[in-house]
C-alpha cells in the first residue's frame, strides 16, 4: 500500500466527508488509520452497527476507494481453514478525486470532446456496465446516438482510459507446502526482490491481466467467434491462478448475478500520461520548446512501470516530424537538441532518457521554489550548495554563496528548525577544542515532509473552497431574478474566489503527484 503521511489521511478523510458524508468517512478513516480490517472489526472499531458499515463499504467499493478480498486462514482445529473477507483503502484512489476534473480535461485534448460524457458518468458513479454508460450518455441531451457513443467508449477501452473493474473479492488462498507467500505474490509482477504485502498480493490478484482488461469482446452483441477466444483465455487464466479450490460464502454479492462486465475509468493511465506530460515541461521549462518536443515524441507512449526510454537517432528524428512543431526540425537540430539534457545520455547514436532522473531533478527544484518562497533567496543558495547531500559547516556555505558571515548562521538556523536541513555539532580534539556545527540535507525525510505540507495546504484549499460553495449555496437560494445589485456582486466575487481556489488548488496537485505518484 502506499505510503500516506498524516495530512494526508486527513485529506483523504475530507474528500470523502465531502463526497460520502459522516458515516461512510468514519468507515474510511477506520480504514486508513488502521490498515486492513475484516468487517467484525470495522464494526467494533467504529462503533457503528453492522448494516451501516456494509452499506459503507459497498459505496467505497463502488467508487474504487476499497478492494475487499477473501483470507484464507488457519482453522481452529488441525487442516482446518477459515476464510474471512478483509476491506483495504486504496488511499490513492481517495487522493484522485481530487484531479477528476484533470482526467477529463486530459482524455478529452488526447482524444476528441466526445469522450467527456461518458467519462464524467464514470467518474461520478464509480463503476458501470456499457448499458448504463450508454443509457446515461443519451439521458445527458449532449447528442449522438447509442451507435456513436458506444463507439466513444470502444475508443476510451482502446486508449486504456477506461478499463474493466478489478474482481470484486479475489481469494488469498494459504501458501501451499513448499512455497512461499513472497514467491506467489511475485508471479505478477516479475520484479519482487522486496517483500510482497499482502494488500500487494490482493490487488496483482483482482485485476484482470491486460488482454482481459481491455477487452470489449463479451459485451452485447458481439461477434461470438471472440467471444469464444475470449472465454478461452479466461480459462486459461483461471488454471494458472488456482492455487487449491476453497469454498467460501462471498460476504459480497455485490454483483447480484449480473453477467455484464463492470467498467471504470483506469486511473494508472491518466497519472502515466500526467508523469510524461510533467517530465516534458521539465523540459520545456529547463531548455526550451524544441527540447519539450523532442522529449514527448521520446515518450510517446511509455508505460508507467518503464523508466528508461532508449531510441535511435532516427526513430526519435521520425517521431518528432510527426508533431506539428517538430515538423520544421532537421536532423541536426534534433541532435544538438538532444545533445544538450543533462538528463539524456548517448551510446552510438541511440539516445536513452530517464524518467525518474527528471522526475527526481523535478522534484528538487520544487523544493528549491519552496525554500525560494518561504525563507528569500540567501536560503535558497544556502540550501542549494547542501542539495547533493554532502554536509557543509558554516563558513564553508557562507563562502559559497556569498551571504554574510553573521546572517548565515541566522538562516541556517531558520531551516533546522523547520526541520528542512538537519545539523550535527563536531567537537574538534587537541588542546584548544573548538565546536562547528555541520549542516546537511536528508533527502527522504525532507521529501517526506514537504509532502505533508503539500496535503496540508491542499486541505486547507479544498477546505476554503467547500466553505465559499455554501456561501454561494445561500445566496442561489434568493430568487436569482430580481436580485439586487449588491447580491448579484457578491456572487460575481464568490465565483472569482472560487476559479482562484480551484486554480491554486490543481497547481498543489500538480506538486502532490510530483512527490508521491510519478516515481
Ligand atoms: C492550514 O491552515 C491552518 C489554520 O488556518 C494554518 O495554521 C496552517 O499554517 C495552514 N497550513 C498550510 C500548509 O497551509
Known amino acids: 500500500m502506499a505510503t500516506s503521511t498524516p495530512y494526508g489521511i486527513k485529506l483523504a478523510v475530507h474528500l470523502i466527508v465531502n463526497d460520502f458524508g459522516n458515516i461512510v468517512s468514519k468507515v474510511c478513516e477506520c480504514l486508513l488509520r488502521r490498515g486492513t480490517l475484516s468487517k467484525a472489526l470495522i464494526c467494533r472499531f467504529t462503533d457503528l452497527p453492522q448494516d451501516k458499515v456494509k452499506k459503507s463499504l459497498w459505496v467505497l467499493i463502488q467508487h474504487n476507494c476499497v478492494q475487499a478480498f477473501a483470507l484464507e486462514q488457519e482453522g481452529g482445529g488441525r487442516d482446518t481453514t477459515v476464510v474471512v473477507t478483509q476491506y483495504m483503502v486504496l488511499f490513492n484512489n481517495i487522493i484522485h478525486r481530487l484531479r477528476f476534473s484533470k482526467f477529463a480535461t486530459l482524455a478529452t ?11 464524467e458518468g464514470l467518474l461520478q458513479h464509480g463503476r458501470l456496465t456499457l448499458t448504463q454508460i450508454l443509457d446515461r450518455a443519451l439521458d445527458s441531451h449532449s447528442g449522438g446516438s447509442k451507435d456513436t457513443h458506444r463507439e466513444t467508449f470502444i475508443k476510451l477501452v482502446q486508449n486504456r482510459f477506461v478499463e474493466r473493474c478489478p474482481a470484486v473479492e479475489p481469494l488469498i488462498a494459504l501458501p501451499t507446502d513448499g512455497e512461499t507467500p513472497a514467491k506467489k505474490g511475485g508471479g505478477r509482477s516479475k520484479k519482487s526482490k522486496k517483500e510482497v504485502t499482502l494488500e500487494e498480493r490482493a490487488l496483482a490478484a483482482a485485476i484482470p491481466m491486460d488482454a482481459e482488461r481491455f477487452s470489449i469482446t463479451s459485451d452485447d452483441g458481439i461477434d461470438s467467434d471472440e467471444e469464444k477466444k475470449e472465454k478461452l483465455s479466461g480459462l486459461k487464466v483461471g488454471e494458472k491462478r488456482k492455487q487449491r479450490k476453497v469454498e467460501w460464502d462471498s460476504e459480497l454479492d455485490i454483483m447480484g448475478g449480473k453477467k ?21 515541461e521539465y523540459a520545456r521549462a529547463e531548455y526550451d520548446n524544441a527540447a519539450a518536443v523532442i522529449l ?21 528524428f521520425e517521431e518528432v516530424i510527426k508533431s506539428k512543431e517538430g515538423l520544421t526540425m ?5 541532435r544538438s537538441s538532444l545533445e544538450q539534457l543533462d538528463f539524456c545520455s548517448e551510446v552510438d547514436d541511440t539516445y536513452s532518457v530517464n524518467l525518474k532522473d527528471i522526475i527526481q531533478k523535478a522534484q528538487l527544484e520544487e523544493v528549491e521554489s519552496i525554500v525560494k518562497k518561504r525563507y528569500g533567496i540567501e536560503a535558497f543558495r544556502m540550501f542549494r550548495s547542501l542539495s547533493n547531500g554532502r554536509p557543509l559547516d558554516t563558513d564553508k556555505i557562507s563562502d559559497r554563496t556569498f551571504v554574510d558571515k553573521k546572517i548565515t548562521p541566522q538562516i541556517l ?6 526541520n528542512y536541513i538537519q545539523m550535527e555539532k563536531v567537537t574538534t580534539g587537541g588542546p584548544r577544542q573548538t565546536d562547528f556545527f555541520l549542516w546537511r540535507i536528508k533527502k527522504d525525510n525532507l521529501w517526506h515532509q514537504i509532502l505533508d505540507e503539500l496535503y496540508h495546504a491542499a486541505l486547507n484549499l479544498s477546505l476554503r473552497y467547500v466553505h465559499e460553495v455554501d456561501q454561494d449555496r445561500e445566496i442561489l437560494n434568493l430568487s436569482a431574478e430580481k436580485a439586487p445589485p449588491e447580491v448579484v456582486k457578491r456572487k460575481e466575487r464568490l465565483k472569482k474566489v472560487r476559479i482562484l481556489l480551484d486554480s491554486s488548488l490543481m497547481k498543489l496537485d500538480d506538486a502532490i503527484m510530483l512527490f508521491h505518484d510519478f516515481l
Open 109 to 119: 485534448n488526447d482524444l476528441d470532446k466526445e469522450v467527456f460524457e461518458i467519462l
Open 330 to 334: 532537421n536532423l541536426e537540430r534534433v
Open 260 to 280: 455484464e462486465p463492470v467498467w471504470r475509468v483506469n486511473f494508472d493511465e491518466f497519472i502515466n500520461r500526467l508523469r510524461i506530460k510533467a517530465c516534458v
Open 413 to 418: 538556523y531558520k531551516l533546522w528548525k523547520d
Open 296 to 316: 514527448g515524441s521520446m515518450l510517446e507512449g511509455t508505460k508507467r512501470t518503464e523508466s528508461e526510454v532508449s531510441l535511435s537517432l532516427d526513430s526519435i
